[in-house]
């Protein structure tokens, strides 16, 4: 990353309990993010897309955050996924994490900044190394959600990478950019839970989903902005597909199953 990060830019936030999004008011977060200030940092220069490390201040200029800011102008072109439409993504798997409880997905909007619409994520002031490959055998448990959540998603790229431990040791999944594609596509490092039984309450989990975006609800709404008809018909299979097995599903061996690289 060329922008480095000092101690006085990490987050100073009006929020009650700061922003770390275990304790923070989220709504104040997205409320932050969404009408802050944006003064850009520096540019991260890891990965093919335009990624910018911001700082946005409160009109009020109280409250204060750093935040990963990914404008939708800047956006490598793939073949696979519509131009501009990585930073829906983003936004739309923050809403899908949040209204399942699980994963931890760094709180995300949509907003216009210096390159125009983009996403623009909480920064999460990560152990420098720490990776799903570095911390996979102790926390087994809780890469569960992430593994049943990029299945929900249809996450072609899980890198260990994209698995941040955070100073207080919360795991946080982020770069959920290439989602929700309507044709299976998912390729993921974490393949540990194959042949598992999908926990009880994780099904609850996905059924009251399903619900949601069954019906007229705001989840559904939102997510209409965010996706194509084709792809909200396609999460909707997902879920069903999973609550109709119960099981963690294995590898396709006729398909390529894991990211590059892995990390």
């Known amino acids: 990353m060329a922008a480095e990060v000092s101690e006085e830019q990490k987050v100073r936030s009006g929020c009650k309990g700061g922003v770390k999004g275990h304790t923070a008011d989220v709504e104040c977060v997205l409320s932050l993010l969404s009408r802050g200030h944006l003064e850009l940092l520096g540019q991260i220069l890891a990965g093919s897309n335009a990624i910018f490390l911001t700082r946005v201040v409160a009109p009020e200029g109280e409250a204060q955050t750093l935040a990963v800011y990914k404008p939708g102008r800047g956006e490598s072109p793939l ?29 995300t909007v949509l907003r216009d900044g210096p390159y125009g619409i983009g996403a623009l994520q909480l920064y999460i002031d990560a152990i420098p190394q720490a990776n799903y490959f570095t911390f996979r055998q102790e926390r087994r448990r809780d890469l ?33 950019a290439l989602t929700f594609h309507p044709l299976p596509k998912l390729r993921t490092v974490i393949w540990d839970f ?45 879920l069903t597909a999973l609550l109709e097995s119960g099981i963690f599903p294995h590898p396709d061996p006729n398909r390529r199953q894991l990211p590059w690289p892995l990390v």
């Open 79 to 107: 073949w696979d996924f519509p131009r501009g439409t990585l930073c829906l993504r983003e936004v739309a798997a923050y809403l899908v994490s949040r209204a399942l409880g699980w994963p931890s997905v760094p709180p």
């Open 194 to 238: 194959a042949g598992e039984a999908i926990p009880s309450h994780y099904l609850a989990d996905l059924n009251r989903l399903q619900e949601q975006i069954s019906a007229s609800s705001s989840l559904r709404e939102a997510l209409s902005t965010l996706l194509n008809a084709e792809e909200i018909a396609a999460l909707r299979r997902r």
């Open 144 to 176: 569960m959600p992430v593994a049943l959540f990029d299945l929900v998603t249809n996450n072609v790229d899980r890198k260990g990478g994209h698995l941040l431990l955070d100073r207080d040791g919360r795991i946080w999944a982020i770069d959920n």
